[in-house]
C-alpha cells in the first residue's frame, strides 16, 4: 500500500509541472540591499535581540562553473565566497577569517518587482559570546 500511496503523491506532484530551477545565466554581480533584520546575542544566560542597522554589499565575479564570486563592501574586495547552486536560487557563503559563517540565498527575479529577493544570515561570537543575525531585502543586476 505504501508504494502506491508514495507514486501517487509523485505523480500528483509532476502533474502541478516541474519546479522552475535557477537561472541558467544570472547576473554577474549584485548589488544587495538588506533593510530588515534581526540580531541576537548570548549574555547572562539567556539571548538578547537588537534591530540592527541597514546592511548593503556587493556580490561580483560570480562564476556559477567554479563555484565562486567575491563580496565587495563600500567598492572595497572584503572576501571569497563560495557559491551554493538551488532550485530557484543560488547561496553565497563566506567562511570569515575567524571561522564565523555569513550566508546569503539570493533567489531567481521576481517579475513584479524586477529585483531578487534575498536573505543574509550571519553567525559569529563577539568575546567568546554567540550572536546571530537574519536580514531579508533584496539584490539588483551590477
Not at 549584485?30 to 533584520?37: D, H, P, W
Not at 563555484?67 to 570569515?96: C, H, M, T, W
Request: glycine share 8%; aromatic share 10%; with cysteine.
Amino acid at each position: 500500500m505504501k508504494i502506491y500511496s508514495i507514486s501517487a503523491a509523485l505523480a500528483g506532484l509532476l502533474a502541478i509541472g516541474a519546479p522552475a530551477k535557477a537561472e541558467d545565466a544570472p547576473p554577474a554581480a549584485y548589488a544587495c540591499t538588506f533593510e530588515k533584520g534581526n540580531s541576537w546575542s548570548f549574555d547572562g544566560g539567556t539571548y538578547k535581540s537588537v534591530t540592527p542597522s541597514p546592511l548593503t554589499f556587493e556580490i561580483t565575479a560570480i562564476n556559477l562553473e567554479k563555484q565562486a564570486a567575491d563580496l565587495s563592501i563600500d567598492g572595497k574586495p572584503a572576501g571569497k565566497l563560495r557559491v551554493v547552486r538551488a532550485l530557484n536560487a543560488n547561496s553565497f557563503l563566506e567562511v570569515a577569517n575567524e571561522g564565523f559563517l555569513n550566508l546569503t540565498t539570493v533567489y531567481d527575479r521576481d517579475e513584479t518587482s524586477g529585483t531578487y529577493p534575498a536573505v543574509h544570515s550571519r553567525h559569529f561570537g563577539v568575546i567568546g559570546q554567540p550572536v546571530f543575525a537574519q536580514y531579508a531585502g533584496s539584490c539588483k543586476p551590477k
